[in-house]
């Protein structure tokens, strides 16, 4: 397995502000991978950086083995970006659009787009403006297939669409997926569409990675255990537990790389992808793994 | 490329090509009328005097197409420098936030190619608008008038300020990478920029000829027809001086009536009163000088604006 | 065909609440051997689920013995498949059941009390498998 995006001590300050700080990771081909984190925390500047928009103040990023600042050609060709503002032209119609998709692109394959289009009832002939954001959105995620590319990038893809629009541009994307095999790396707010479409994870956080890697195997290595309270100081010494929650009798702790059996008096519970992100999110101390190689990932 | 450059542009080749049919227009039909109105010619009109109504509405008719020309004129590089500022600050606003440099363009090519499309059609609008005011000038040029009066609307400048609109539009777009503070600064620039070359350097891309002449009696009681004549067609360019026998300028000139002289710090005479001018056959030369400096201008804000699209944020 | 669902927010992954909810239906009679599985794609497209996930689900099924697939044709239920309960041991475990519910319901125990006493029950004899 190779990596569509490999990122070595990546930073990259505006000003006096590090939006990413010495982040390492891996996003793996064929797979869909969620960008999780707290706003700020640095996921739009990962995919700037990774499609060349942004050059790095220190560390390599590399997009589909090429650096995006030296060969903006070859990324540009085989990665399609969705913004987070879905840009397009308003007075655009989006046959217009999906003109301009043609001449911008070396490779365009217009009749899957308008196909496409055609299956979500998007008319030719209609001014961008006048489409509805739903609307927007399959258009914008059309227009970044047009070129068939090798790797996909959405900035928050699903954001402020209505239940039935986010549906909508879900499926799009795992139906094309399974039918071109396209990389998908997304970031998002919603855990629940993250556990429905990704099967790979990243969090960032504060501008660094906390944890990165195959989610079925990520929440194989976390366990709730719940007990007996416990001293809250003794839980925040120890780095194998993430997150503790200690409330009247009971202390539930969740902890990483858990040994087989539970000590005594103790249960081991699954955990929910979105308890382990929060808990995540909520220990900024916790995580920063060491840099994952391929066998790692693969794993 | 090309469509899409055309695309974006459209509205504003419109509005141009609309702006300069008018006056195409506008100037034929002039051109077209007086002579019907005025068989006899506009020399006739001006000099016969029998017909007061000609007499009257003749230079009222010439003086306000005069206006309305050389308002287009100055409009047309204006609106060349708004377009300029728009189409690079779009790419980074709102809606159309680096559109075309997600798609597989990349920003080097973009931005030559869209310099040198809009470059291409600014200068055929230039064309067009110097063809009319020359059509224009050719017909209405009589005895008196002054060449250089035309100097800003003239064809070779033309050029040269069209280019520096774009090309100051441009950078401003690059700039702010937001359309009100880019265009606001493009028409403050550009005008800033227009009067103070204008008012400032034109008059010295070569240094002025004089016209003198020698005064034998008291500077005080001179007269109107005893100033220095300036050949047909010539521009004065600043203040008449008096300068002394050995070449000297003097400040106040006091001519020393009486011999000994009597008033203290008096001048014998021959005083000189020089008036600097340029002569109509530098028009051309002139032209030429000031479309070369806007054009070496433009260049160098195109290049600015290569900079700061090119420098990855 | 089935109709499968996916509980998001659920501490059991989505490929494993598919393999469950295959068996299950296979356990309780409504897919028999030789009934066909969707295809994945289709599947894909009525959850909106990664590809991966279902691929993973139904190798999981196919390692289990529960399905097979056939090259081009699809994936069916397999004659390995885990059997319904017999009638005969339902016949036998259900009165039992039945009296215990009694009892419980005569201790006062609400619906829920009654479920939380038996997922204690369960996780205490077959290990960490909670919806």
């Not at chain 2, 051309?284 to 400096?293: R, V």
């Not at chain 3, 490929?15 to 599947?43: F, H, I, K």
């Amino acid at each position: 397995m190779s990596a569509a995006i490999e990122a070595t001590a990546l930073s990259k300050r505006f000003r006096r502000v590090w939006a990413l700080r010495d982040c390492s990771l891996l996003v793996p081909d064929g797979h869909i991978t969620a960008l999780v984190g707290p706003n700020g925390a640095g996921k739009t500047t990962l995919l700037n950086l990774a499609i060349g928009l942004l050059a790095p103040s220190a560390g390599v990023i590399e997009t589909l083995g090429w650096d995006p600042q030296r060969h903006p050609e070859p990324v540009l060709e085989r990665v399609g970006y969705v913004p987070q503002e879905r840009p397009l032209y308003p007075d655009f119609t989006v046959g217009e659009t999906l003109r301009m998709g043609r001449a911008l692109n070396s490779r365009w394959d217009e009749a899957a787009t308008r196909a496409r289009l055609l299956r979500h009832g998007i008319p030719l002939d209609r001014r961008v403006r006048h489409l509805s954001g739903g609307q927007r959105a399959q258009v914008s995620l059309a227009l970044a297939l047009g070129k068939r590319p090798e790797l996909l990038l959405l900035d928050e893809p699903a954001a402020a669409l209505d239940p039935l629009a986010r549906r909508g541009l879900l499926t799009e994307l795992v139906e094309t997926v399974a039918a071109d095999g396209v990389t998908v790396v997304l970031s998002s707010h919603q855990i629940s569409d993250v556990e429905r479409v990704c099967d790979h994870l990243v969090i960032l956080s504060g501008g660094r990675v906390q944890l990165a890697g195959d989610i079925d195997a990520l929440r194989d290595e976390h366990r709730l255990l719940v007990g007996p309270r416990m001293d809250p100081a003794v839980a925040a010494g120890d780095p194998t537990i993430i997150s503790a929650r200690h409330a009247g009798r009971e202390t539930a702790l969740l902890v990483r790389r858990h040994a087989a059996t539970p000590p005594a008096g103790w249960r081991a519970e699954p955990v929910s992808l979105e308890e382990l992100v929060l808990a995540y999110l909520e220990n900024p101390a916790a995580g920063a793994p060491p840099p994952p190689t391929l066998v790692e990932a693969a794993s | 490329m090309v469509w899409l450059t055309w695309r974006q542009h459209r509205g504003h080749a419109m509005t141009a090509g609309a702006l300069l049919t008018a006056l195409a227009i506008g100037v034929i039909l002039c051109l077209v009328l007086l002579p019907h109105l005025y068989p006899d010619g506009a020399q006739r009109c001006t000099t016969s005097g029998t017909d007061q109504s000609c007499v009257a509405l003749l230079p009222q008719l010439g003086s306000s197409a005069w206006t309305w020309i050389v308002l287009g004129g100055l409009l047309f590089p204006t609106l060349l420098g708004t377009v300029g500022a728009t189409t690079i600050s779009r790419e980074f606003e709102g809606n159309g936030h680096l559109l075309a440099w997600i798609q597989g363009v990349p920003r080097r090519r973009w931005f030559l190619r869209r310099a040198l499309f809009l470059s291409c059609g600014a200068l055929a609008g230039a064309a067009v608008l110097a063809a009319v005011m020359q059509g224009w000038f050719a017909a209405q040029r009589g005895a008196g008038d002054a060449i250089w009066g035309g100097f800003d609307i003239g064809p070779i400048v033309l050029f040269g300020y069209t280019l520096f609109a774009l090309a100051l539009g441009t950078a401003a777009g690059a700039l702010f990478e937001r359309t009100s503070p880019a265009v606001a600064l493009t028409l403050v620039s550009y005008i800033a920029i227009r009067v103070t070359i204008a008012v400032g350097l034109r008059t010295r891309y070569l240094a002025p000829l004089q016209a003198s002449t020698v005064m034998g009696t008291d500077p005080a009681g001179m007269t109107g027809s005893q100033l220095p004549i300036i050949p047909a067609g010539g521009w004065t360019t600043g203040l008449p001086v008096d300068v002394d026998a050995a070449g000297h300028t003097i400040t106040a000139a006091v001519w020393c009536a009486s011999s000994p002289p009597v008033t203290p710090g008096c001048y014998p005479a021959p005083i000189t009163l020089l008036q600097p001018y340029q002569p109509a056959s530098r028009f051309w030369l002139f032209q030429g000088i000031e479309a070369a400096i806007f054009v070496i201008l433009a260049l160098a804000l195109f290049a600015l604006a290569y900079r700061l699209v090119m420098r990855a944020r | 065909m089935i109709n499968l669902r996916l509980d998001t927010g659920s501490a059991m992954p989505a490929y494993a609440q598919l393999v469950r909810q295959v068996r299950r239906a296979v356990l309780r009679g409504v897919l028999t051997p030789g009934d066909r599985l969707p295809a994945a794609r289709e599947v894909v497209a009525a959850l909106a689920l990664n590809p991966n996930t279902v691929l993973k689900a139904y190798a999981e099924l196919e390692r289990q013995g529960v399905v097979r697939s056939r090259a081009g044709l699809g994936t069916f239920i397999a004659d390995s498949a885990p059997a319904p309960v017999p009638p005969g041991v339902q016949r036998s475990l259900r009165p039992g059941l039945d009296a215990w519910l009694e009892r419980a319901r005569a201790a006062g125990l609400s619906e829920e009390a009654v479920w939380s006493l038996i997922d204690s029950a369960v996780l205490d004899a077959y290990g960490a498998d909670v919806a």
